[in-house]
């Protein structure tokens, strides 16, 4: 069994800065590409940012290029999300998710594991 914890999340105001982490524990063999989402009142899951296994790529939406870094810890399994110059449009449950490999019978397996969301809200 696996999972991902998220925390971080909270009440700051338009202009200001929030870092989320997401730490995964249980019985990982290995973790691929880990992610944020974001999920608003009334709209769909969308895509925040992604990172490789090694660090080395990293994706992000439109929206908030140049304004979030997503980075991870490979040592601690947790992936981070540092927000800076927040925004109202900003606010959303976040969510982490990860690709992560589970051992069975000596065979590994993968699965898509999602965290349980925090709450990030940004005043004007």
């Known amino acids: 069994q696996v999972q991902l914890v998220e925390s971080g999340g909270g009440l700051v105001q338009a202009g200001g800065s929030l870092r989320l982490s997401c730490a995964a524990s249980g019985s990982i063999a290995s973790i691929n590409a880990m992610g944020w989402y974001r999920q608003a009142p009334g709209k769909q899951r969308e895509l925040v940012a992604t990172?490789?296994?090694?660090?080395?790529?990293?994706n992000y939406a439109d929206s908030v290029k140049g304004r979030f870094t997503i980075s991870r810890d490979n040592a601690k399994n947790t992936v981070y999300l540092q927000m800076n110059s927040l925004k109202p449009e900003d606010t959303a449950v976040y969510y982490c998710?990860?690709?992560?490999?589970?051992?069975?019978?000596?065979?590994?397996?993968?699965?898509?594991?999602w965290g349980q969301g925090t709450q990030v809200t940004v005043s004007s």
């Open positions: 990172i490789t296994s090694g660090g080395g790529l990293t």
């Open positions: 998710t990860a690709v992560m490999a589970t051992m069975s019978r000596g065979v590994p397996r993968f699965s898509d594991t």
